[in-house]
């Protein structure tokens, strides 16, 4: 489906609730004298997120030493379980986890 062009200048949210959240956090931000760069999180959420790190940093030098440096030599079953052993690992720190 072709959009056709609209008048004014183009949108900067998809919808009034989202252009409000977006008020109500630079509200939030300016009463507790913070800069716009900044974000509050947690320190439960923080910690998950940096055990989350760990485990992918862990799997990454796992399957460095298992392949070694010559990863053009190491048979199919082996790329394919280190290829899913990284995935399992990656998994739980992208956005779409929780």
Not at 3 to 30: I, L, V
Not at 57 to 72: K, N
Request: proline share 3%.
């Amino acid at each position: 489906m072709i959009q056709q062009p609209t008048r004014g200048r183009p949108r900067e949210y998809c919808k009034r609730s989202c252009r409000q959240r977006d008020f109500e956090s630079r509200a939030r931000a300016a009463a507790h004298g913070l800069d716009e760069r900044m974000l509050i999180v947690t320190r439960s959420e923080l910690d998950d997120l940096q055990d989350r790190i760990y485990v992918l940093e862990c799997a990454i030098t796992d399957i460095e030493a298992d392949l070694g440096a010559e990863w053009s030599q190491a048979t199919g079953q082996e790329l394919r379980d280190a290829l899913g052993w990284l995935l399992a690992a990656a998994r739980p720190v992208t956005l779409s986890s929780k």
